[in-house]
């Protein structure tokens, strides 16, 4: 039988766990202990060890939750209005506002499919645009963009990558003070060319979406908005971006 831990340790450890689980909550509950152990160094000045944390959560029953991903979907391609793929997979990029990532994906209501679009700067990861609505159609499409440059007016030569939609239109609304931007497009029916986003889909879908339930699209929105605004471009910690220019291979 383990020795007790001394009264000090004890009381210090009691009070990690409830900041711990304060952090763990905040992530909706999906944070494991090395995002949880860089939340307490960096916005509580804990000085703890990784073990430590893991320790104090694996004793406290707190885990971080990622249920399987829910399938894709992506409306069908049109070659009309296709644009080069001058992103070419450099998904590296050092400055905000230089280039930007687009895409489509659905979500389900009780009420039926409702369709997402979404626009992520490429430097911070952050989505800097998003648009939902029960119709796929142009004026989705150019709302989540629309909202982009309206909030950050980037600077002339921005760069606007998009998966080859048919609703998805090289020509943008400008709001005043906006640039010139140059549109980029995916590659027939591959994937990889708008890794970024596909990649955001599938965490929203692991974090958010697998365990929604939404009545309407009116729901689907206030919940989104507290996700994205609120938590994921605010406190979400996300993992080091090395996304390949190529897809893996199979080894066999």
Same mark, same amino acid.
């Given at each position: 039988?383990?020795?007790?831990?001394?009264?000090?340790?004890?009381?210090?450890?009691?009070?990690?766990?409830?900041q711990i689980a304060a952090f763990h909550r905040r992530s909706r509950r999906r944070y494991g202990s090395p995002r949880i152990w860089?939340?307490?160094?960096?916005?509580?000045?804990?000085?703890?060890?990784?073990?430590?944390?893991?320790?104090?959560?694996?004793?406290?029953?707190?885990?971080?939750?990622?249920?399987?991903?829910?399938?894709?979907?992506?409306?069908?391609?049109?070659?009309?209005?296709?644009?080069?793929?001058?992103?070419?997979?450099?998904?590296?990029?050092?400055?905000?506002? =230089?280039?930007?990532? &687009? %895409?489509?994906?659905?979500?389900? $209501? #009780?009420?039926?499919?409702?369709? *997402? !679009?979404?626009? +992520? /700067?490429?430097?911070?990861?952050?989505?800097?645009?998003?648009?939902?609505?029960?119709?796929?159609?142009?004026?989705?499409?150019?709302?989540?963009?629309?909202?982009?440059?309206?909030?950050?007016?980037?600077?002339?030569?921005?760069?606007?990558?998009?998966?080859?939609?048919?609703?998805?239109?090289?020509?943008?609304?400008?709001?005043?003070?906006?640039?010139?931007?140059?549109?980029?497009?995916?590659?027939?029916?591959?994937?990889?060319?708008?890794?970024?986003?596909?990649?955001?889909?599938?965490?929203?879908? =692991?974090?958010?979406? &697998? %365990?929604?339930?939404?009545?309407? $699209? #009116?729901?689907?929105?206030?919940? *989104? !908005?507290?996700? +994205? /605004?609120?938590?994921?471009?605010?406190?979400?910690?996300?993992?080091?971006?090395?996304?390949?220019?190529?897809?893996?291979?199979?080894?066999?």
């Amino acid at each position: 039988m383990a020795a007790p831990r001394p009264q000090r340790r004890y009381q210090d450890d009691t009070l990690l766990g409830v900041q711990i689980a304060a952090f763990h909550r905040r992530s909706r509950r999906r944070y494991g202990s090395p995002r949880i152990w860089k939340d307490l160094r960096e916005e509580a000045g804990r000085r703890v060890s990784r073990k430590r944390v893991a320790r104090v959560m694996r004793e406290a029953g707190l885990v971080g939750d990622a249920p399987a991903a829910l399938p894709g979907h992506h409306p069908c391609r049109s070659a009309a209005g296709a644009r080069p793929n001058q992103l070419a997979r450099q998904f590296t990029v050092s400055q905000p506002n =230089r280039v930007w990532a &687009a %895409d489509v994906t659905y979500l389900a $209501t #009780a009420a039926g499919w409702c369709y *997402l !679009a979404v626009v +992520l /700067d490429l430097c911070s990861r952050q989505v800097v645009g998003w648009a939902l609505s029960a119709r796929l159609d142009r004026q989705l499409a150019l709302t989540a963009p629309g909202r982009a440059l309206a909030r950050r007016r980037p600077p002339w030569g921005l760069l606007h990558h998009s998966d080859r939609e048919g609703v998805h239109q090289p020509r943008l609304p400008l709001p005043a003070g906006s640039g010139g931007i140059a549109c980029s497009m995916s590659r027939r029916g591959d994937c990889w060319d708008n890794a970024v986003v596909e990649s955001f889909f599938a965490t929203l879908k =692991r974090e958010l979406v &697998a %365990d929604a339930c939404w009545p309407t $699209t #009116a729901e689907a929105t206030t919940d *989104l !908005a507290q996700y +994205l /605004d609120g938590w994921y471009n605010v406190h979400r910690r996300t993992r080091p971006w090395a996304i390949s220019a190529r897809p893996p291979t199979k080894r066999g």
